[in-house]
């Protein structure tokens, strides 16, 4: 007997079938940072996205994933844009939805490791500033890296979601999700996020996966994945009827290829059933509508390049994602070796068992990847080191799935000890140093954390902005001080 209750606007809420209990799924749209970032290299700008994001917020989303991951650099690097103004202004238009961001444990959205004070003050800056959902996860799965996050966003009154990196081998089985799951729900996670960042999540696994998850752990569960491989939309399906409560789309301009599936088709595919979202589909329209002039000039300009929106079934043994495909590539044609692209390819999973298995994610995705890059090169396996392979073997970035190779470990960093402690208790506090720096620059508190983060991208762009406002307004401009009045 199946029982369905409805929410106040009518849709389907609850489905009871032999005696379990499956919610209606809600939906996180990635369209403004996972989508653009793995289509377009996380180049659109806000001015971009300004026409369109109160006709999202109409949409009827759980939440926007607006933020987070490589958008912070891409907008000082390359945009010459304010990330923390980026935010603001997307809150100020989106009323209605949470917004969500992506950060990555002690990594935060940089690519190393970065002391607890820094992690802290981010934190509260971002949830300050409009972020509602802070999606947590370390590259390695080592809680460790995700507890300053944890006790920060709580701390501010944010959510924590932990997320799990989902990959394949022969450590990465069902016990240690379901481990993991508990591990994270201890912590003090608020929801869990299966995060499939190169599409390896098989539909029957995800099933399987779900199910599991959710017997183990009594939170909220979101699934995550990307259509490298073709397999997501019927991932996310099986995923739903084993009862996970969020899935994550973009918006079709934005989406398959190295992207989520298109929110617009799964909405469609689930509804008029129990797990109907109760999207407005005129909203959807209307946003697909006016993104799809953004896409064609992506395309037009080679911004969206064909070689991101096939599908790639090979995923699935290289287990490589999509934005570390495009970084192997441009290695190669820095060094000439364009042609060496396939040994990479067989030679990444080599390392990648050489160094504990860690899921291919940001950092670790593109210290494997590098070294793969080096080995195939050179001609010899570690006989060029980088030093990010150096402290990730060392134990710098956390306690991998299982111990390196003995040999590999002896090989690289010889006699040396291993760290065995959280990486970041080795790491004293930085926002002193980043304050004094910033002296001259500062124009808001954010800028101590982006300063810490970014070092040697920051200044520039501190630069840039002066000398934007000096142009718009020159009468302004502290010439003594070197500074625009606050």
């Given at each position: 007997?199946?029982?369905?209750?409805?929410?106040?606007?009518?849709?389907?809420?609850?489905?009871?079938?032999?005696?379990?209990?499956?919610?209606?799924?809600?939906?996180?749209?990635?369209?403004?940072r996972?989508?653009?970032?793995?289509?377009?290299?996380?180049?659109?700008?806000t001015?971009?996205?300004?026409?369109?994001?109160?006709?999202?917020?109409?949409?009827?989303?759980?939440?926007?994933?607006?933020?987070?991951?490589?958008?912070?650099?891409?907008?000082?690097?390359?945009?010459?844009?304010?990330p923390?103004?980026?935010?603001?202004?997307?809150?100020?238009?989106?009323?209605?939805?949470?917004?969500?961001?992506l950060f990555?444990?002690?990594?935060?959205?940089?690519?190393?490791?970065?002391p607890?004070?820094?992690?802290?003050?981010?934190?509260?800056?971002?949830?300050?500033?409009?972020?509602?959902?802070?999606?947590?996860?370390?590259?390695?799965?080592?809680?460790?890296?995700?507890?300053?996050?944890?006790?920060?966003v709580?701390?501010?009154?944010?959510?924590a979601?932990?997320?799990?990196?989902?990959?394949?081998?022969?450590?990465?089985?069902?016990?240690?999700?379901?481990?993991?799951?508990?591990?994270?729900?201890?912590?003090?996670?608020?929801?869990?996020?299966?995060?499939?960042?190169?599409?390896?999540?098989?539909?029957?696994?995800?099933?399987?996966?779900?199910?599991?998850?959710?017997?183990?752990?009594?939170?909220?569960?979101?699934?995550?994945?990307?259509?490298?491989?073709?397999?997501?939309?019927m991932?996310?399906?099986?995923?739903?009827?084993?009862?996970?409560?969020?899935?994550?789309?973009?918006?079709?301009?934005?989406?398959l290829?190295?992207?989520?599936?298109?929110?617009?088709?799964?909405?469609?595919?689930?509804?008029?059933t129990?797990?109907?979202?109760?999207?407005?589909?005129?909203a959807?329209?209307?946003?697909?509508?006016?993104?799809?002039?953004?896409?064609?000039?992506a395309?037009?300009?080679?911004?969206?390049?064909?070689?991101?929106?096939?599908?790639?079934?090979?995923?699935?043994?290289?287990?490589?994602?999509?934005?570390m495909?495009?970084?192997?590539v441009?290695?190669?044609?820095?060094?000439?070796?364009?042609?060496?692209?396939?040994q990479?390819?067989?030679?990444?999973?080599?390392?990648?068992?050489?160094?504990?298995?860690?899921?291919?994610?940001?950092p670790?995705s593109?210290?494997?990847?590098?070294?793969?890059?080096?080995?195939v090169?050179?001609?010899?396996?570690?006989k060029?080191?980088?030093?990010?392979?150096?402290?990730?073997?060392?134990?710098m970035?956390?306690k991998?799935?299982?111990?390196?190779?003995?040999?590999?470990?002896k090989?690289?960093?010889?006699?040396?000890?291993?760290?065995?402690a959280?990486p970041?208790?080795?790491?004293p506090?930085?926002l002193?140093?980043?304050a004094?720096?910033?002296?001259?620059?500062?124009?808001?508190?954010?800028?101590?954390?982006?300063?810490?983060?970014?070092?040697?991208?920051?200044?520039?762009?501190?630069?840039?902005?002066?000398?934007?406002?000096?142009?718009?307004?020159?009468a302004?401009?502290?010439?003594?001080?070197?500074?625009?009045?606050?």
């Amino acid at each position: 007997m199946e029982t369905i209750t409805k929410r106040p606007d009518g849709t389907p809420d609850r489905l009871s079938v032999a005696g379990g209990t499956t919610a209606a799924v809600k939906f996180t749209d990635t369209t403004f940072r996972d989508g653009q970032q793995s289509l377009i290299a996380t180049r659109m700008t806000t001015e971009e996205m300004l026409p369109v994001l109160e006709k999202m917020d109409q949409a009827g989303f759980y939440s926007m994933e607006v933020w987070g991951g490589a958008t912070f650099d891409a907008c000082l690097r390359f945009l010459r844009e304010d990330p923390w103004e980026r935010l603001r202004v997307i809150r100020k238009r989106v009323k209605n939805t949470k917004l969500q961001m992506l950060f990555r444990g002690q990594n935060m959205v940089g690519y190393r490791v970065y002391p607890d004070d820094v992690v802290e003050e981010f934190i509260k800056h971002a949830i300050g500033n409009g972020i509602d959902i802070v999606r947590i996860f370390d590259a390695l799965n080592d809680a460790r890296n995700l507890e300053s996050s944890v006790k920060a966003v709580k701390k501010y009154g944010g959510s924590a979601q932990l997320a799990i990196a989902y990959t394949l081998s022969e450590v990465h089985t069902l016990d240690y999700y379901v481990r993991l799951a508990r591990e994270y729900e201890s912590l003090g996670a608020d929801s869990i996020c299966v995060k499939d960042m190169s599409g390896l999540l098989l539909p029957y696994a995800a099933y399987e996966l779900v199910a599991a998850l959710k017997r183990a752990v009594k939170l909220p569960l979101q699934v995550h994945s990307h259509f490298t491989s073709g397999l997501a939309s019927m991932s996310y399906l099986k995923a739903v009827e084993a009862g996970a409560d969020i899935i994550d789309t973009a918006m079709s301009p934005f989406a398959l290829g190295t992207s989520q599936p298109a929110t617009e088709v799964m909405a469609e595919v689930l509804s008029g059933t129990p797990y109907d979202p109760g999207l407005d589909r005129e909203a959807l329209r209307a946003v697909g509508a006016a993104l799809r002039p953004l896409r064609e000039a992506a395309m037009a300009s080679g911004l969206m390049s064909i070689k991101v929106l096939g599908v790639d079934i090979d995923t699935l043994t290289y287990q490589v994602p999509g934005g570390m495909l495009s970084n192997l590539v441009s290695q190669l044609k820095t060094q000439g070796a364009e042609a060496k692209f396939e040994q990479v390819l067989r030679e990444i999973p080599a390392v990648r068992a050489d160094f504990g298995y860690p899921p291919l994610v940001t950092p670790s995705s593109q210290i494997v990847g590098t070294q793969a890059v080096l080995n195939v090169v050179m001609g010899e396996r570690y006989k060029m080191v980088p030093k990010e392979s150096r402290d990730f073997v060392k134990g710098m970035y956390g306690k991998t799935p299982v111990p390196i190779s003995e040999d590999v470990r002896k090989k690289i960093i010889g006699d040396e000890k291993q760290v065995t402690a959280r990486p970041a208790d080795l790491l004293p506090p930085a926002l002193p140093e980043a304050a004094a720096k910033t002296a001259e620059y500062w124009e808001q508190p954010e800028d101590v954390v982006t300063y810490a983060l970014f070092p040697n991208v920051a200044p520039e762009f501190f630069k840039y902005r002066q000398a934007q406002k000096y142009k718009a307004d020159p009468a302004r401009y502290d010439k003594a001080n070197k500074v625009y009045p606050v």
